[in-house]
């Protein structure tokens, strides 16, 4: 049996305590020191037994300077986050004395030798006596939070500026989180707001229509990281959106999606407004070109109808014959009044400046507007003699059509009897043509009429006018030196009125002339590709010396050959055109270039719309009848 160790001895064990005591201390002292915050000892009287060397760091004095020292030393160069000086009894340190509790973190502030300012985070545990129980000191612990402070300063800064110019900008700006919920957005469309759009879902302000597109493109736009985007029209409002959709990323990871969008409503309807003037272009060329095909047999049948008339014209007037020849040529004219209105509608490019009736240029205008007019209002004419009118017919049209068009479509169908389109001319004192369009329409809203000749501004419905015509009516009417205004009273009507100046020195490009002289009997060659016109312009023009001609060929032969007093000459022919005619008889300098009068069924290339431009000669539109051919014949130019 082993016996019992023996106790030991008391000095062993006062050693023992006095060593693990020591190691105790250094392992304090030790932690004390590596620890990242300052550590300061103070004595109840606020002296400061002890620093670590963060706290010697962070205060920028060495530990001799700041022991031995009282805190209140400190209490000038102290500041509160909103830079009012902080007191010492505002101190945690003070507090925990005072209240023997702790403290909890408080900012301050507090310059440096150098002149600098840290900025720390502190706290301050108070210390009993372990025998009165009594605060005898505190351990005040502080954290540098300068450079922390100075990042948060620089991203706020930078936020903000980001912000800014986000708010600035004028599309509308969201970013989202990956399952849609919106964080940020710097603009909304009515009614919504940034504040009450913030956390909800960009799925909830898409048309229910459109969210799976939308989905798709999101989820693409996650999957892959790249650039993506779609048009919308936004669920209230109806305002057209073009979206680009990014992805948002935070290292290599995506985090959320953002959407930048356009409001792209006008250039969608700027884009409808080009197709469809593109639409009307074409459709002006192929009524141009179908005016062709019409007016060259409708040539020869006006003619016809002309010869058979001449031939009844003693019968009594219950002939039968002689009253179908009439209803025949009426419905002929007709047929060639429409035709040539659509044709002087659709020469867009036409500048030819003439002598212009403007009465006829309005009835013309008129028949074209007749098929709004006939169910809404009755058509008053208020007409006052007036000059001729030096300008484009195809321009001025225009302008009268889309006039009388706007007062027909701004009166509802259905009271014919009370409405009425009211068009006046008259010439003012000062040289100056004047036209008015008036209607017992709707009128235009007070906020528009400020800005009707603006481009785009209507007061139709979608789908019925495009905002351009009143536009294009005052761009034309002051390049005729002119002026156009509208007065209106909603509900009652508007008054447009177009004023133009009579200029009395430009001479009807149709009378080129010079040494103008009567003959009874003249020499005539007539040139175009049809038999059938050649009989009728043999049988119109009896009673002169007529020669024919079927090609253009054939006509350059006979004017190198012969010597006529007028050539009556097709512009459009195939292989040799009436331009070569001419060409080719100018070439000769026997001036017999100058006694060729055209002959068109309308449609004109550009070519040939420049060369009729250039050129002082007259031109007959087809179909014409006898009564045209004879005023051609009454000015002949001498040799």
């Known amino acids: 049996m082993q016996k ?104 301050i502030g507090v310059r440096r030798l150098d002149g600098t300012t840290f900025w720390a985070v502190y706290t301050a545990v108070p210390l009993r006596d372990p025998v009165t129980g009594e605060v005898s000191s505190a351990v005040v612990t502080f954290l540098d939070v300068t450079e922390h402070r100075r990042v948060e300063r620089a991203l706020g800064e930078s936020e903000a500026r980001l912000r800014s110019v986000l708010e600035s900008a004028p599309n509308m700006i969201i970013s989202a989180e990956r399952d849609g919920t919106i964080v940020f957005v710097n603009r909304t469309l009515p009614p919504d707001t940034p504040a009450n759009v913030v956390g909800k879902s960009i799925y909830d302000f898409v048309a229910p229509d459109d969210v799976a597109r939308v989905r798709a493109c999101v989820e693409g736009v996650l999957a892959t990281g790249r650039i993506d985007g779609y048009e919308i029209r936004a669920p209230v409002g109806g305002a057209w959106l073009s979206v680009r959709v990014g992805p948002v990323r935070f290292g290599d990871e995506i985090v959320g999606v953002s959407f930048v969008t356009w409001d792209i409503t006008e250039r969608r309807a700027l884009d409808a407004r080009l197709a469809m ?85 309005i009835e013309s205008s008129i028949r074209m507007a007749s098929s709004q007019l006939r169910f809404r209002a009755r058509i008053r004419r208020d007409f006052r003699p007036v000059p001729p009118l030096c300008v484009s017919t195809t321009r001025l049209g225009q302008v009268f059509l889309n006039l009388i068009l706007n007062a027909a479509q701004a009166i509802p169908e259905g009271n014919v009897k ?104 003249a020499r005539i060659l007539v040139v175009d590709d049809e038999a059938s016109i050649l009989e009728t312009l043999l049988g119109m023009l009896r009673g002169h010396d007529v020669d024919v001609a079927s090609t253009g060929h054939e006509a350059i032969c006979r004017l190198r050959d012969a010597e006529y007093d007028v050539v009556f000459c097709d512009l459009i022919m195939p292989d040799v055109t009436g331009i070569d005619v001419y060409e080719s008889a100018r070439a000769r300098g026997r001036g017999d270039e100058r006694r060729i009068i055209f002959m068109t069924g309308g449609a004109f290339t550009d070519g040939a719309r420049r060369f009729l431009e250039g050129v002082p000669n007259r031109w007959l539109e087809k179909p014409f009848d006898r009564a045209a051919l004879e005023r051609a014949l009454a000015v002949i130019p001498g040799r």
């Open 277 to 361: 003037a593109e639409r009307l272009a074409s459709i002006g060329t192929l009524v141009a070109g179908v005016a062709h095909e019409i007016n060259n047999p409708l040539m020869y049948v006006l003619g016809n109808l002309e010869f058979l008339h001449r031939k009844v014209a003693g019968s009594p007037d219950t002939d039968p014959l002689r009253a179908a020849v009439k209803a025949a040529t009426e419905g002929t004219e007709r047929i060639r009044d429409i035709v040539r209105d659509l044709g002087n509608f659709s020469h867009d490019g036409e500048r030819r400046v003439l002598a212009v009736d403007v009465h006829q240029l």
């Open 418 to 521: 009370t409405n009425e389109v009211r068009v006046s001319t008259w010439a003012d004192g000062a040289g100056n043509l004047v036209v008015e369009v008036a209607d017992t329409g709707s009128g235009i809203p007070p906020d528009l009429i400020g800005r009707i000749f603006d481009p785009f501004v209507t007061t139709k419905p979608a789908g019925v006018g495009t905002g351009l015509g009143l536009y294009i009516c005052r761009n034309i009417v002051t390049a005729m030196g002119g002026d156009i205004s509208v007065t209106s009273t909603p509900g009652v009507g508007s008054v447009f009125s177009v004023k133009l100046p009579f200029d009395t020195s430009v001479v009807e490009p149709g009378l080129p002339f010079e040494s103008m002289r009567r003959k009874p009997r």
């Open 4 to 107: 019992p160790s023996a106790p030991p001895a008391p000095e062993d064990s006062t050693s023992s305590a006095v060593a693990g005591l020591r190691l105790s201390e250094e392992l304090n002292r030790r932690l004390i020191e590596a620890t990242p915050c300052g550590l300061v000892h103070v004595s109840a009287a606020g002296v400061v037994l002890a620093a670590n060397a963060q706290a010697q760091r962070i205060l920028g004095r060495t530990y001799d300077a700041l022991t031995q020292r009282l805190t209140y030393d400190f209490a000038a160069a102290t500041i509160h986050e909103d830079g009012t000086p902080c007191r010492v009894e505002d101190y945690p340190l003070s507090r925990a004395l005072a209240t023997g509790q702790s403290q909890p973190p408080m900012t």
